[in-house]
């Protein structure tokens, strides 16, 4: 049977052992009740059905409790955040001791900078890849002018080369060969957001640490996606956002990560707040200031329970299907993709991501030399969701979890035909 069939897709998915999780989601449809082909999973991931019965829960207990849900809930609110420390350790391979999941992704790197950025006159460069998504671009640019320095000269990039789209890692070691003397911290999302490329994160943190920098990674694009194994790669921290690959919803929570070698160095400087406080002595209310050790010392405040509670619903289900397999799928259903998208007839279709598996999560970055983004909406138009990058690509990420090889065979598909009519 050729793999270029829709008999072959459906066959597929007859022996996914992880098909039956695509049932737990709600897929939107048309009007015809058809399900959306849904790509962006890697924008925002789509809702568990268990979702709603655990905020129910919780607004079920503020309801029946007031304040005393604190303590009397199903799941008491003041512990709620251990509650989801395991397996978000897990899922990103550290220690408990070294996550926690609190603020938002662009605090929650602001709060790791406080600590893990401390320029002198002579080492207070920051590294960050060229393309690095705008909301890191920005904290290390306001980062260094709250320090007095000129960005122009404080912020290094590391580039593709001419004619190029991917990072290269020996491209980065000339860099901190150059400046390392003067580099004080690497900032690198460890997923690229727009080609899709997975960098070696344990390199990159051998390198820096090499030259004295402190190592941070962005894993936006990661947390759910890829197996960074945090811990092993003796990166310094990282911070991620749930609402992509780990369906927590819209603008939810983000987690962050500080190596265990930091976890009792109080001496580390912070912008702290009551959350980060000796558990045993927060209500004594007129205590000096206790930090906890590991990552939740950077919580500030008590933690929102409705979007914790849209968390632990998705990451129960990721407990339960566990890392190992979700990569498993996710190399078959990506790889299906790019096979299919290489037997299109055009010279103008180009994969930006990397096609080694391991160099890459579930996204490919599709270029398409000859368009505009005419045909985005034109695939928006059939129901197909996709995202599409200025000037010429579009991202499309067939998340394991519920997403489908007759999904991939369908988007090409509908891809070739929209192609054949320009």
């Not at 406080?277 to 930090?291: A, C, E, G, I, W």
């Not at 993709?337 to 279709?349: P, V």
């Amino acid at each position: 049977m050729s793999k270029a069939t829709l008999n072959y897709a459906q066959e597929q998915d007859k022996k996914d052992r992880l098909a039956t999780y695509r049932t737990q989601f709600h897929i939107p449809k048309d009007q015809n009740g058809n399900d959306w082909l849904y790509f962006t999973g890697n924008s925002l991931g789509l809702q568990p059905k268990s979702t709603k019965q655990y905020i129910q829960q919780e607004l079920d207990d503020w309801a029946n409790f007031g304040v005393e849900g604190h303590f009397e809930a199903k799941n008491p609110w003041m512990p709620y955040h251990e509650f989801l420390t395991e397996s978000m350790a897990t899922i990103v391979g550290a220690k408990p001791i070294e996550v926690v999941i609190s603020n938002t992704l662009t605090t929650n790197l602001h709060l790791l900078m406080v600590s893990f950025y401390q320029p002198t006159t002579r080492k207070y460069k920051i590294v960050i890849e060229s393309d690095a998504f705008p909301s890191d671009r920005y904290a290390v640019q306001t980062q260094l002018e709250f320090h007095g320095f000129d960005v122009n000269d404080g912020l290094i990039e590391w580039k593709p080369r001419e004619g190029e789209e991917l990072l290269r890692i020996e491209d980065l070691e000339t860099i901190l060969d150059e400046e390392g003397d003067s580099i004080a911290l690497l900032l690198i999302g460890g997923v690229n957001y727009y080609t899709g490329q997975y960098l070696d994160i344990k390199k990159i943190a051998q390198l820096g640490h090499a030259k004295n920098c402190m190592v941070g990674i962005d894993l936006a694009h990661g947390a759910g996606n890829i197996q960074p194994k945090l811990h092993d790669s003796g990166v310094d921290f990282a911070a991620w956002c749930t609402y992509k690959y780990l369906n927590s919803g819209p603008g939810s929570l983000a987690g962050l990560f500080v190596h265990e070698k930091h976890a009792h160095n109080k001496k580390l400087k912070r912008f702290a707040g009551w959350w980060s406080h000796n558990k045993s002595t927060r209500f004594n209310m007129r205590q000096p200031l206790d930090v906890i050790p590991g990552a939740e010392g950077w919580q500030l405040s008590n933690p929102p329970i409705l979007s914790m509670a849209a968390i632990k619903a998705s990451l129960d289900m990721f407990n339960t299907v566990g890392m190992d397999a979700l990569r498993k799928k996710s190399e078959q259903l990506t790889g299906y993709f790019e096979f299919l998208l290489n037997q299109l007839d055009t010279e103008n279709i180009k994969i930006i991501t990397p096609s080694n598996p391991k160099e890459r999560g579930c996204q490919l970055s599709i270029q398409v030399k000859s368009a505009d983004k005419d045909l985005h909406k034109k695939l928006t138009a059939a129901h197909i969701i996709t995202d599409w990058r200025e000037p010429d690509v579009i991202r499309c990420a067939p998340v394991p979890l519920y997403n489908s090889f007759e999904d991939v065979y369908r988007m090409v598909e509908k891809l070739k035909e929209i192609l054949n009519e320009k």
